[in-house]
C-alpha cells in the first residue's frame, strides 16, 4: 500500500437497491395500464407450464391474458403455451437463474400488452434465486407438486414465506407419490401462514375453478 | 447460484461510490448477509475474484456478516429470533411473524484509499 491514508466507509447499501427501483417503476407502469400481473415460482418439474397450458385455455375467452416466460436455455415452454392462442413472450436468461425487473420492463416493451390484461409471468423454475427479485408483481404464487415431497417449505422457506397463494399441484398423483397431504397442510401453515392454499391437478381439473376464481378476483381487484 | 450476478451489482454500486466519495481503490469490503438472504456465503467467497478482476475491487479481502433473522409477533408485538424455518412466537406461540431482520444483502463497510 502507498502512502495515501485509507479510510473506512460505513454505507449500508443494499446490493438489490437497483432491482427494487425497477421493480417500483414497473408497478408504477401496471397501475396505470390496470394491468395484473403475477409472478409464478416454483421448483423445474412442478407443472407451471402445464397449468399455466390450461389455465390460458380455460380462461383465455374470457379475461385478456398475456405471459411472459423466463427460461435458461429452450424456447419450448413458450411454443407450448403460444399454441394457446394468448400472447406469449420468452425471455431466455441463459445462464442467469432467475428473472429480474429490468428484464420484465423489456418484455412489457415488446409485448405491448393491453390495458386490463392478466399477465402472468412464469419464472425460471428454481426456489431460491427468484425469491429474492422483486419483479414489480402485485401477486406472488408458488407452486409445489405432490411429487416433490411434504418439505419444500421447511426447505425453501424464503420463497414461501413471500407466497400470497401457494399451488399443491399434480393431486391426482397424491396417493401413487405417497404423499403425507396432512404433513403438507401442517408445514405450510407452519412455515407459510400467510399463504392461501389451493390444491389442484391440471390433468383431472380438481380445483381448478378456485384457482380461476382467485385469478378473476385478483383482475377485479386492479380494474 | 445468483452469487455473480449480485457481485456484479455489488461491484457496479461501490464504482458509483468511488465516484462520489472519491477513492480509487477498495482494500477491503464487508457485506452483510441475512440468514434468509436466499445467499450461500462459500459461493460468494468464490465467485468474488472473478466479478471483481479488473475493477476497483480488484485484490479487496471481502468479509462476511451473517444477520440473524429477528421477528415481531403481530399479536403480542415481542420481537424474537426464530429457531428454525417456523416463526413461532415464544411469548404466545402465535405464527403471524413479520420479518424485521435477516433478508438483506448489503455493503456494510469499505475500507478505501
Redesign the interface.
Given at each position: 500500500?502507498?502512502a495515501?491514508?485509507?479510510?473506512?466507509?460505513?454505507?449500508?447499501?443494499?446490493?438489490?437497491?437497483?432491482?427494487d427501483a425497477q421493480a417500483a417503476a414497473n408497478r408504477t407502469r401496471f397501475a396505470s395500464q390496470r394491468l395484473t400481473v403475477v409472478n409464478l415460482l416454483s421448483s423445474p418439474g412442478s407443472g407451471k407450464t402445464t397449468l399455466l397450458e390450461r389455465t390460458l385455455v380455460d380462461l383465455g375467452p374470457r379475461i385478456p391474458m398475456a405471459v411472459i416466460v423466463g427460461d435458461l436455455a429452450t424456447d419450448n415452454d413458450a411454443n407450448r403455451l403460444g399454441r394457446t392462442g394468448v400472447p406469449v413472450h420468452q425471455i431466455t436468461t441463459g445462464t442467469?437463474?432467475?428473472l429480474d425487473a429490468a428484464m420484465i420492463a423489456r418484455a412489457c416493451d415488446e409485448l405491448s400488452v393491453p390495458d386490463g390484461t392478466l399477465l402472468i409471468i412464469e419464472n425460471v423454475g428454481n426456489l431460491?434465486?427468484p425469491?429474492?427479485y422483486d419483479l414489480g408483481e402485485a401477486y406472488r404464487v408458488v407452486l409445489m407438486a405432490v411429487t416433490e415431497g411434504e418439505d419444500k417449505?421447511?426447505k425453501y422457506?424464503?420463497i414461501f414465506?413471500t407466497a400470497d397463494l401457494l399451488l399443491i399441484t399434480k393431486v391426482d398423483l397424491t396417493e401413487a407419490a405417497g404423499f403425507d397431504r396432512p404433513r403438507a397442510l401442517q408445514t405450510v401453515?407452519?412455515?407459510a401462514?400467510?399463504a392461501e392454499v389451493i390444491e389442484v391437478s391440471a390433468r383431472s381439473g380438481v380445483g381448478l375453478e378456485r384457482w380461476y376464481q382467485r385469478l378473476w378476483e385478483w383482475c377485479s381487484d386492479s380494474g | 447460484m445468483h452469487e455473480l450476478s449480485l457481485l456484479m451489482n455489488v461491484v457496479e454500486a461501490v464504482e458509483e461510490l468511488a465516484a462520489r466519495e472519491s477513492f480509487r481503490k477498495v482494500h477491503g469490503l464487508t457485506l452483510r448477509v441475512g440468514v434468509l438472504a436466499g445467499v450461500e456465503v462459500p459461493a460468494l467467497e468464490f465467485a468474488f475474484p472473478v466479478a471483481t478482476a479488473g475493477t476497483i475491487l480488484e485484490g479487496a479481502i471481502l468479509t462476511t456478516q451473517t444477520v440473524p433473522v429477528l421477528c415481531q409477533c403481530q399479536d403480542c408485538r415481542t420481537d424474537f429470533e426464530p429457531l428454525g424455518t417456523v416463526f413461532r412466537c415464544p411469548r404466545c406461540h402465535g405464527l403471524r411473524a413479520k420479518l424485521i431482520r435477516g433478508q438483506e444483502l448489503e455493503i456494510g463497510t469499505l475500507e478505501v484509499s
Open positions: 500500500m502507498d495515501e491514508t485509507t479510510r473506512t466507509l460505513t454505507i449500508k447499501h443494499g446490493v438489490l437497491l437497483k432491482n442467469v437463474c432467475h431460491v434465486c425469491a429474492s417449505p421447511a422457506p424464503k414465506k401453515h407452519q412455515v401462514p400467510q | -
